[in-house]
């Protein structure tokens, strides 16, 4: 149960919040990264800029909070197998990696790799997430006895983003990338049986 | 053999070649991506900017050549074993993509994705070059009798460069990259033989 509000719909802040995010999606999508700008999202969001930077010190960050983070909070489920959670595991990652917001904004933000700010959120929320739930599918492996131990868990997350990035954005390859899940994951999980 | 030379040295035309690369590199590594001129370039290289303008259309088809293309020309050589060849193979994308020019181009070059002739010409050199590699090493697989049939090699192609650019760009994990590489080219084997 979510607390009570004033008025029964969402508070205020929560519906600023909202619309930032998805005015910067819009954006994103229409216009692509380098143009984007935080005084854009704030016309297109109907809101000041000053309410943009009490959230995100920078550009930079919006565009990673909209584009990428949030976008998989849901736990992987008990699919009785390794191979079948591996495979859940890859499709969100495919379909995260795949949404036109992410492809607009994934370039711009891997430029801005040496800025110390954007790398420390995207470690701290989406990769800790997936971190986690990779945890959780390896755990559940162990204890049904598919495993003899739990890999390293930043390993196998490596193995599983990793070709669905490069296919996605280094190899450029022409194929629909959820295709590519299902047997990137048999292979992960018959490497990890090995 | 070479043909010769009307001088005895390098023919003046792979001299500006190799000029223009190494001011390339040169700047990449004290400066980034975006900061990075044509005419900064010539200046170091001590050309004219027509010179570069005849062999690369754009600051990123230049930015491209000097930081990814010809960095692993080598072909993989017979070590008797999938696997190690496997490592041999994922060594080089690691050793590759972790060299301070790529580090400071691969970012601004994947903001460029939209750039239609960048990714023509990263899928003609960067791409089909490693792709040949992977190729080369499944087939003496299958010659040795490791593999029933050749797996497709962009499919193994994206499981050895995609956690290795993970790891770097996207995880941005402390750890050295080169002590993964074992790992994953172990895990790799294991997959493509189970």
Redesign the interface.
Known sequence: MSAPTARGGRPREERVDAAILSATRELLVEG???GLTVGAVAARAGIGKAAIYRRYETKQEMVFAAAVHGLDLESPPDLGSLRAELEWLTEVIAATLSGPAVAGA???L?????DDAV?SR??ETF?AHQRANVTAVLDRAVARGELTSRP?A??V???L???????L?????PGDVRG?AP??AR??A?????
């Not at 983003?161 to 296919?167: C, R, T």
């Open positions: 692509g990264y380098a994934l370039g711009g891997l430029a801005d790799m040496s790398v995207m470690r990769v390293d930043a390993v997350h490596a193995m983003l990793g070709p669905v990035f490069a296919w954005f280094v190899l450029r390859e590519f047997t990137l292979m992960a018959a490497a990890l049986s090995a």
